[in-house]
């Protein structure tokens, strides 16, 4: 399963939700549900704004956790 770590960066950033919410237009629901890894899709456009405005790229917002241990 994918990894977000939108709450880190936000942690790290002292950003909140709303901050983000209000900064970039994103819907909170949104934003919320990739801050709990509770998103089952997200539109490019999405990690785009997220990107941009938290200067990362989008290999440090989402990680493909290694799976070769698993047999997949």
Do not use: W
Request: hydrophobic share 40%; charged share 30%; aromatic share 4%.
């Amino acid at each position: 399963m994918i990894k977000c770590h939108l709450s880190r960066i936000l942690g790290e950033k002292k950003l909140k939700i709303a901050d983000v919410a209000r900064d970039t237009g994103i819907n909170r629901g949104t934003i919320t549900r990739l801050y709990q890894e509770t998103a089952v899709r997200v539109e490019f456009d999405v990690l785009e704004q997220l990107c941009l405005y938290l200067g990362c790229e989008v290999g440090e917002l989402l990680e493909l956790p290694d799976t070769s241990d698993k047999g997949i």
